[in-house]
């Protein structure tokens, strides 16, 4: 989704990056997507949308993953779309659980349908092997992660493909159900689902209600408020190998208000990520 290339800078300048690094974060620098090439009318059966560019990216950002990993940091991607979750499977290997917090479940894959076409539509079933080889399998390296070891937060109890991920993933607590139980109970489940093991943890910021995030691609009721967002962040951050936010849309905030909620809720939810990982 070329408008969440923005979000980087957009968040930036609402002073995330700024208040990170007072806390001892490193700016790691970017890994810039290729350019987006829009190719719906001569793509071929049995590819997605953007496939070479997105791959090549990919591969040089799971590169700088594994980097900031090895030299025992808890890597923050602020992306972008949901297609970096590939990237960080590809760095991880299969040697870490995920917690996919998103309002929409992003199952869609060629074994229940025939419209698949954007990764960051599609980003949870390529990470647990689901989707065609050239995504789902870059470089032999797939799944990424295991469905055992993977928790769904936050799509909403409508959603198209809720039951599907029930089957197959380890835990699936969709925004209403995660209401009713709290944040804290919400994230303690998704650990004691995962293990010991460590885990990567994926946020997209449509789990937030539109009243208060309006500023994604597919905005949909029923979602957390930015307090819920932070308890549940501040209980699992710090259990994770590392994480990514993704889908804010700069184009869709034109004053920056948005921008600086999201940078609020990131630095005070994700502040201490990583801080009980054993390297």
Same mark, same amino acid.
């Given at each position: 989704m070329p408008g969440t290339s923005k979000a980087p800078e957009a968040l930036r300048e609402a002073g995330l990056f700024r208040r990170l690094i007072v806390d001892g974060a490193v700016d790691g620098g970017a890994v810039l997507p290729g350019r987006y090439v829009d190719d719906d009318i001569t793509?071929? #059966?049995?590819?997605?949308?953007? *496939? +070479?560019?997105?791959?090549?990216? #990919?591969?040089?950002l799971a590169r700088r993953i594994a980097g900031v990993i #090895?030299?025992?940091? @808890?890597?923050?991607?602020?992306?972008? =779309?949901c297609s970096l979750l590939v990237a960080a499977?590809? +760095?991880?290997?299969?040697?870490?659980?995920?917690v996919h917090i998103d309002g929409h479940t992003d199952f869609r894959h060629p074994g229940n349908s025939d419209q698949c076409a954007s990764v960051a539509g599609e980003d949870l079933a390529a990470a647990v092997g689901l989707h065609w080889p050239a995504v789902a399998n870059i470089d032999g390296r797939g799944p990424y992660f295991s469905p055992a070891n993977t928790v769904h937060i936050g799509c909403r109890e409508d959603d198209q493909h809720v039951d599907e991920v029930r089957r197959f993933l380890g835990l699936v607590l969709p925004a209403h159900r995660s209401n009713e139980i709290g944040m804290t109970e919400t994230a303690r489940a998704a650990r004691t689902t995962i293990g010991s093991a460590g885990y990567w943890l994926h946020l997209d910021v449509d789990v937030l209600d539109p009243i208060f995030m309006? #500023?994604? =691609?597919?905005? =949909?009721?029923?979602?957390?408020?930015? *307090?819920?967002?932070? *308890?549940?962040l501040k209980a699992? @951050?710090?259990?994770a190998i590392g994480g990514q936010v993704t889908v804010f849309d700069p184009d869709l905030d034109p004053n920056g208000r948005y921008a600086t909620l999201l940078a609020e809720i990131i630095a005070v939810g994700m502040a201490d990520l990583g801080h009980q990982v054993k390297r």
């Open positions: 793509r071929a #059966a049995g590819h997605v949308r953007n *496939e +070479a560019q997105l791959i090549s990216h #990919a591969r040089r #090895a030299n025992g940091r @808890a890597p923050l991607v602020i992306g972008g =779309d499977g590809l +760095a991880l290997q299969n040697n870490a659980g995920l309006p #500023a994604v =691609d597919s905005p =949909d009721p029923g979602g957390l408020n930015p *307090e819920q967002l932070v *308890e549940l699992l @951050a710090p259990g």
